[in-house]
């Protein structure tokens, strides 16, 4: 059994691949003080819980937060007796190489979401995530990462609003129903909301126009069923595209 990890900003999703299907998914939120022995009670006893008897044989983690690999790392060697796959590092081969600048280090939960964007959809892709950043990956037509956009996460932006401007309250995102809002929360909530949903829309039309090619967009993250609801803004929504994108390179590095 496969347990794909991907660490990212604010949480991890722990995942068991039978090498058909995703048995069961786990999601914590990400601390870097967390020990490997604390990964391990944490997990055996949802695995517990759920009646879960596997053996874990390999591991694979996707992680923005460099100080968290070691101790994943640690939970690997220590209670599953194997060495895992890094994301971005070298022994982790990618199926096509990524085409950026030289010395440009690109975000592994960026390359998983290429890879797997491939895998699903073939190439020409725009993969968007909404997670802490709202991410924009090109995907050429061999599969290779050649580059993309990095704009503020949607609640990123609204903590923004919320800690500068003191008179503004801590809101929720959620579509509004009219853009002019009558009350502070609905109009930051219109700003917050039409406010992304032309940001996707401008930045997929200036990408199409400067590659001069079709490209269909696929949207993930925990925020993209919210934008899904504006007509056209996605051609494709993928819940689990990181968890498939790390079942993928592990199955290119296994071969």
Same mark, same amino acid.
């Given at each position: 059994?496969? *347990?794909?990890? !991907?660490?990212?900003?604010? $949480?991890?999703?722990?995942?068991?691949?039978?090498?058909?299907?995703?048995v069961?998914?786990?999601?914590?939120?990400?601390?870097? %003080?967390?020990?490997?022995? %604390?990964?391990?009670?944490?997990?055996?006893?949802?695995? %517990?819980?759920?009646?879960?008897?596997?053996?874990?044989?390999?591991?694979?983690?996707?992680?923005?937060?460099?100080? +968290?690999?070691?101790? *994943?790392?640690? *939970?690997? !060697?220590?209670?599953? $007796?194997?060495?895992?796959?890094?994301v971005?590092k070298? !022994?982790?081969? *990618?199926?096509?190489?990524?085409?950026?600048?030289?010395?440009?280090?690109v @975000?592994?939960?960026?390359?998983?979401?290429?890879?797997?964007?491939?895998?699903?959809?073939?190439?020409?892709?725009?993969?968007? !995530?909404? @997670?802490?950043?709202?991410?924009?990956?090109?995907?050429?037509?061999? @599969?290779?990462?050649?580059?993309?956009?990095?704009?503020?996460?949607?609640?990123?932006?609204?903590e /923004?609003?919320?800690?500068?401007?003191? /008179?503004?309250?801590?809101?929720?995102?959620?579509?509004?129903?009219?853009?002019?809002?009558? $009350?502070?929360?609905?109009?930051?909530?219109?700003?917050?909301f039409?406010?992304y949903?032309?940001?996707?829309?401008?930045?997929?039309?200036?990408?199409?126009?400067?590659?001069?090619?079709?490209? %269909?967009?696929?949207?993930?993250?925990?925020? /993209?069923?919210? &934008?899904q609801?504006?007509? @056209?803004?996605?051609?494709? &929504?993928?819940?689990?595209l990181?968890?498939?994108?790390?079942? +993928?390179?592990? /199955?290119?590095?296994?071969?």
């Amino acid at each position: 059994m496969l *347990l794909a990890i !991907d660490c990212g900003n604010t $949480n991890t999703v722990f995942s068991v691949w039978n090498g058909k299907d995703f048995v069961a998914t786990w999601r914590i939120a990400t601390e870097h %003080q967390r020990t490997a022995d %604390q990964y391990y009670v944490w997990l055996s006893t949802l695995m %517990q819980m759920q009646g879960l008897d596997v053996t874990i044989t390999d591991v694979i983690i996707s992680s923005t937060v460099p100080r +968290v690999v070691f101790n *994943l790392r640690v *939970l690997a !060697d220590r209670y599953f $007796n194997t060495r895992p796959l890094v994301v971005g590092k070298s !022994d982790c081969l *990618l199926p096509v190489a990524v085409r950026v600048d030289q010395g440009t280090a690109v @975000g592994p939960d960026r390359l998983v979401n290429t890879v797997a964007g491939h895998s699903l959809y073939g190439g020409d892709l725009i993969v968007v !995530d909404f @997670g802490t950043a709202t991410t924009f990956d090109v995907v050429a037509e061999d @599969g290779a990462y050649v580059g993309g956009v990095i704009a503020p996460g949607v609640n990123l932006s609204l903590e /923004a609003l919320h800690h500068a401007a003191a /008179a503004l309250p801590h809101v929720d995102i959620s579509r509004p129903k009219t853009v002019v809002g009558t $009350n502070t929360v609905a109009c930051m909530q219109s700003g917050v909301f039409w406010g992304y949903i032309g940001l996707v829309r401008e930045i997929c039309s200036r990408i199409r126009s400067e590659r001069n090619r079709p490209m %269909q967009v696929i949207a993930t993250g925990g925020l /993209a069923p919210l &934008f899904q609801q504006s007509a @056209g803004l996605f051609d494709q &929504f993928e819940d689990d595209l990181t968890m498939h994108g790390l079942t +993928v390179i592990h /199955a290119h590095n296994k071969k």
